[in-house]
């Protein structure tokens, strides 16, 4: 039985691969790569490297057998078709007989357009009859302690999602969730919604930057609309500019406050607070 890992190259795949090396030896952890120059150090340490693409379901012929544990982490390519792109690997995971394939997903509440490809995928994987896991994965801290050059050139924060608060939690936290999924036993058609411990609004993530860094930084709330065309203006595509604004109203209606402990009790831990997130990005 192997563990597979879609995705395994990017941001969450690596520490997912990362994680799963501490627990299960490298021969039972796969890969699944579209450029195996990306993931050469994981190769060096023993792990199966297999290339496919989300684009060409004929590259997962073959790739799975019964008995293996999938971790599809969602594509970011949110112009080519995503809900038909994970398709591709839910029907090459229902043809090999796979005893788990788990989904990294977005919170139930969530109404943005974001989740619309989400829940279409979810709707397939469930209609597959393939034991499931959702991992609703909450907001990640890194979706804003990444962007700080901005912030600390201008001094301000700037945001569409007025007094709301987010219940977000580090990358690594989300990657520990998942390989305890992969590692462990009971979690078969079950679903999870994961957020950090502490839910933060945006005053408060300008003030502990502010802390850290001796400067003065506000948070300064602007219209989505002005928020869309300031992503646009930094050279962000449209749709993506919509899509991201409309989570920052989703964010305003409460949307990513997730209160579930879900997160917390599947790593055995409490979530990575944003100062420490913050922290590290400023020494990054």
Same mark, same amino acid.
């Given at each position: 039985?192997?563990?597979?890992?879609?995705?395994?190259?990017?941001?969450?795949?690596?520490?997912?691969?990362? &994680?799963?090396? +501490?627990?299960?030896?490298?021969?039972?952890?796969?890969?699944?790569?579209?450029?195996?120059?990306?993931?050469?150090?994981?190769? $060096?340490? $023993?792990?199966?490297?297999?290339?496919?693409?989300?684009?060409?379901?004929?590259?997962?012929?073959?790739?799975?057998?019964?008995?293996?544990?999938?971790?599809?982490?969602?594509?970011n390519?949110?112009?080519?078709?995503?809900?038909?792109?994970?398709?591709?690997?839910?029907?090459?995971?229902?043809?090999?007989?796979?005893?788990?394939?788990?989904?990294?997903?977005?919170?139930?509440?969530?109404?943005?357009?974001?989740?619309?490809?989400?829940?279409?995928?979810?709707?397939?994987?469930?209609?597959?009859?393939?034991?499931?896991?959702?991992?609703?994965?909450?907001?990640?801290?890194?979706?804003?302690?990444? &962007?700080?050059?901005?912030v600390?050139?201008?001094?301000?924060?700037?945001?569409?999602a007025? +007094?709301?608060? %987010?219940?977000?939690?580090?990358?690594?936290?989300?990657?520990?969730?998942?390989?305890?999924v992969?590692?462990?036993?009971?979690?078969?058609?079950?679903?999870y919604?994961?957020?950090?411990?502490?839910?933060?609004?945006?005053?408060?993530?300008?003030?502990?930057?502010?802390? &850290?860094?001796?400067?003065? %930084?506000?948070?300064?709330?602007?219209?989505?609309?002005?928020? &869309?065309? %300031?992503?646009? $203006?930094?050279?962000?595509?449209?749709?993506?500019?919509? %899509?991201?604004?409309g989570?920052?109203?989703?964010?305003?209606?409460?949307?990513?406050?997730?209160?579930?402990?879900?997160?917390?009790?599947?790593?055995?831990?409490?979530?990575?607070?944003?100062?420490?997130?913050?922290?590290?990005?400023?020494?990054?």
């Open positions: 039985m192997s563990i597979v890992v879609t995705g395994a190259t990017g941001h969450l795949g690596r520490l997912v691969v990362e &994680q799963l090396l +501490e627990k299960v030896p490298a021969e039972r952890i796969t890969a699944v790569v579209r450029t195996p120059e990306k993931a050469a150090d994981l190769a $060096g340490r $023993g792990v199966r490297i297999a290339v496919a693409d989300y684009n060409a379901p004929e590259t997962f012929d073959g790739l799975f057998a019964a008995g293996d544990r999938v971790l599809l982490i969602s594509g390519e949110f112009d080519k078709g995503r809900v038909q792109q994970h398709r591709v690997v839910i029907d090459a995971a229902e043809a090999a007989g796979v005893a788990l394939l788990a989904y990294t997903s977005a919170p139930g509440s969530l109404t943005a357009a974001l989740a619309d490809d989400h829940r279409g995928t979810e709707e397939a994987l469930l209609a597959s009859g393939l034991p499931y896991t959702l991992l609703r994965n909450g907001w990640y801290h890194e979706n804003y302690t990444e &962007q700080l050059a901005p600390l050139e201008h001094g301000a924060v700037v945001q569409a007025g +007094e709301g608060r %987010i219940s977000s939690a580090s990358r690594a936290d989300y990657a520990a969730a998942a390989v305890a992969l590692t462990g036993e009971g979690h078969e058609n079950r679903t919604e994961l957020g950090g411990d502490q839910a933060w609004g945006f005053a408060e993530f300008a003030a502990e930057v502010s802390r &850290q860094t001796g400067k003065e %930084i506000g948070y300064r709330p602007v219209s989505v609309e002005e928020y &869309q065309a %300031i992503l646009a $203006g930094a050279g962000l595509p449209g749709p993506l500019a919509a %899509i991201l604004a989570v920052d109203a989703s964010i305003e209606k409460g949307e990513l406050v997730v209160d579930s402990g879900d997160l917390s009790r599947l790593t055995g831990r409490p979530t990575t607070p944003l100062a420490e997130s913050v922290a590290a990005a400023l020494e990054g």
